[in-house]
Structures are given as C-alpha cells and as structure tokens.
C-alpha cells in the first residue's frame, strides 16, 4: 500500500515500532540478549512477546493454545508441560491463561477482570478444582505458592500491585506466572541445564538455538509460522479446564484487517508511549512501546514494571 505524502514524517517516526507487526516479519534478524549457559531464563508477556532460551526475542498475536514447554523427560519421566492461552482484544492480544503439568498435577492460571483495570486479578485451579489451598505439591513434589507484591518503574516512581504464583522447581529453578491489570506474564527460570535438556516448544529448543519446527531441524523464519508450529495439537493433552476454539486442526487466528494495531494513527499516541515507558528497563521498552501503542493507553506499559518493592 502507497501512504500519501503527508503521512511520510509519521511513518518514519513509527518504523521501529511498525517493523515488529510486519506480517512477513522474520527470524533472520532477532534481538539477541546476552546469555550465560549455566543460568537461562525464557518467558511469554505483554502483547505476546517472547523471550526463548538462547536470548532471542520475537513476537506472536495468533489466538489459541499455545504449547510453550514440552519435555516428556522432566523428573525422571513426570514431565512437565506449559501452555499459553492467548486472546485478541480489539487491536491486540495477551495470554490470558496459562496451565502447567507435572506428573498427573494440573495447575491453571487465569487473569481476570478487565485487562488494564487496576481492579483485575488472577483465579487458579488444581486439577479442576478452583482456588483449591496453596500451598499445593505438584506431584507431590514442586511446591505452587501464591504472592502478592508491588513492581514500580526503573526511577520507583509508579508501581502496581502483583499476583504471582510460584512453582519452585528445586535448586534456584522456579516458573512465575505473574498477573499485572489482567494480564499474564509466563516466566521459567534455570540454573540446572540438566533438568531442562531436551526441553522443546515456543521458548525454543532447550539444547539448540535458533527458531526450530517440532522435529528439531528445520528452520523456521517467519514468526507467524513459527507461532502456528507449537499450536497444541490434537494429539497433545488438553490440559486447560475448558476446550476454547480455535482448536487444532482449525488453526491459530491471526488479527485481521478489523483488529489492525493503531500504530499509524497520530505522532501523538506514539509519543504518549515513549513516556509511558521511560522508566522501563532497556531490554523491554521497544515492546513497551509496541503495546501502550497498540492498546492506546499508558497503562499498558505497567506489566513492563520488574523492580520489586517488599
């Protein structure tokens, strides 16, 4: 599509941000952060972003379920699985569930209430049963606690409360399923490489770099591609309490020409994002930045906020 000249200055002063919707966006090229291999962290946020194993970052606005850790080795043969339901809002989308497996052990994880509503919260199930009592052992061994706690801004100065819920994998390992205003963030941290060996799904390969298809060679280097490779299939266990469409064979829903992202309306809504997410950490505020954009309000940059206030 041609954009009229008059429209030229907004779009060069948007191209960082508009590179990251590129419905041709590809793996060529990722972010890379660095990385130490004895201490790796993978995640899923914001509008969804993600962070993979080796450090490279991409993004993902497919609707459905969304295989994030798989490895039927886990603990001597419990394995673990994680998934991520995601949801389009309007003009962007979030996780908005999330449910992880040890063993026979179901833990789910929904945000609810309005998202950006400083009101939201987070609802948990085990094995069906909701709000069930926590402390809880997932197969009878990796201890599910919930927290409360305040995140602010890199200068301290705007903070928002937190629901976390914390599965303690042993020895420094633990995944953080963290609620900010309704919306999800999945986070898995790893000091003991050995536990995770042969981990694969949409954080990555666990033992190879790069954006690899389920058989574990094949390159991939379209994200929409790459998202739509770790749909939970068919054959996969459905591990949310309720089926939600789509469902694989149907696959993922991608935002269409009704739900496109409002980052070419004015300079000001971009400006309003730049600060909004001033007092984001480096590594995160392009994505901050993406998102305020996208949902049109300030308030977004806060599931961006990390520094912990006790």
Same mark, same amino acid.
């Given at each position: 599509?041609?954009?009229?000249?008059?429209?030229?200055?907004?779009?060069?002063?948007?191209?960082?941000?508009?590179?990251?919707?590129?419905?041709?966006?590809?793996?060529?090229?990722?972010?890379?952060?660095?990385?130490?291999?004895?201490?790796?962290?993978?995640?899923?946020?914001?509008?969804?972003?993600?962070?993979?194993?080796?450090?490279?970052?991409?993004?993902?606005?497919?609707?459905? %379920?969304?295989?994030?850790?798989?490895?039927?080795?886990?603990?001597?043969?419990?394995?673990?699985?994680?998934?991520?339901?995601?949801?389009?809002?309007?003009?962007?989308?979030?996780?908005?569930?999330?449910?992880?497996?040890?063993?026979?052990? &179901?833990?789910?994880?929904?945000?609810?209430?309005? @998202?950006?509503?400083?009101?939201?919260? /987070?609802?948990?199930?085990?094995?069906?049963?909701?709000?069930?009592?926590?402390?809880?052992?997932?197969?009878?061994?990796?201890?599910?606690?919930?927290?409360?706690?305040?995140?602010? %801004?890199?200068?301290? /100065?705007?903070?928002?409360?937190?629901?976390?819920?914390?599965?303690?994998?042993? %020895?420094? %390992?633990?995944?953080?399923?963290?609620?900010?205003?309704? &919306?999800?963030?999945?986070?898995?941290?790893?000091?003991?490489?050995?536990?995770?060996?042969?981990?694969?799904?949409?954080?990555?390969?666990?033992?190879?770099?790069?954006?690899?298809?389920?058989?574990?060679?094949?390159?991939?280097?379209?994200?929409?591609?790459?998202?739509?490779?770790?749909? @939970?299939?068919?054959?996969?266990?459905?591990?949310?309490?309720?089926?939600?469409?789509?469902?694989?064979?149907?696959?993922?829903?991608?935002?269409?020409?009704?739900?496109?992202?409002?980052?070419?309306?004015?300079?000001?809504?971009?400006?309003?994002?730049?600060?909004?997410?001033?007092? &984001?950490?480096?590594?995160?505020?392009?994505?901050?930045?993406?998102?305020?954009?996208?949902?049109?309000?300030?308030?977004?940059?806060?599931?961006?906020?990390?520094?912990?206030?006790?």
């Amino acid at each position: 599509m041609i954009l009229p000249v008059m429209l030229w200055p907004l779009l060069i002063l948007l191209q960082p941000v508009l590179a990251e919707v590129s419905s041709e966006s590809t793996a060529t090229n990722p972010k890379s952060l660095p990385h130490s291999q004895s201490h790796r962290r993978a995640s899923a946020s914001g509008d969804p972003h993600f962070l993979t194993w080796h450090g490279d970052h991409f993004s993902y606005h497919g609707e459905c %379920d969304l295989v994030l850790i798989k490895n039927d080795h886990f603990s001597d043969g419990l394995g673990i699985l994680v998934h991520a339901r995601t949801k389009i809002e309007k003009t962007w989308s979030y996780v908005q569930h999330a449910a992880v497996k040890i063993g026979n052990d &179901v833990l789910e994880i929904e945000g609810k209430g309005q @998202v950006w509503d400083k009101s939201a919260d /987070a609802a948990h199930s085990i094995n069906g049963e909701v709000n069930a009592e926590l402390p809880f052992q997932l197969a009878m061994k990796y201890p599910v606690t919930r927290l409360k706690e305040v995140h602010c %801004d890199t200068n301290g /100065a705007t903070c928002i409360e937190a629901v976390v819920y914390k599965i303690d994998l042993g %020895d420094g %390992d633990n995944i953080l399923i963290t609620q900010k205003w309704g &919306v999800l963030k999945v986070g898995v941290t790893v000091s003991d490489v050995d536990k995770f060996h042969d981990t694969v799904g949409l954080m990555g390969h666990f033992n190879k770099p790069g954006f690899l298809a389920r058989d574990g060679i094949s390159k991939i280097t379209d994200f929409n591609q790459f998202g739509q490779e770790w749909q @939970v299939l068919q054959s996969e266990p459905m591990i949310f309490n309720e089926r939600r469409a789509p469902q694989h064979p149907e696959q993922c829903t991608l935002p269409t020409a009704t739900t496109k992202r409002r980052l070419g309306e004015d300079a000001a809504l971009h400006q309003m994002a730049l600060e909004a997410c001033a007092g &984001v950490e480096e590594v995160s505020r392009e994505f901050c930045i993406f998102d305020v954009t996208a949902a049109g309000t300030g308030e977004a940059a806060a599931t961006y906020y990390t520094a912990y206030v006790g």
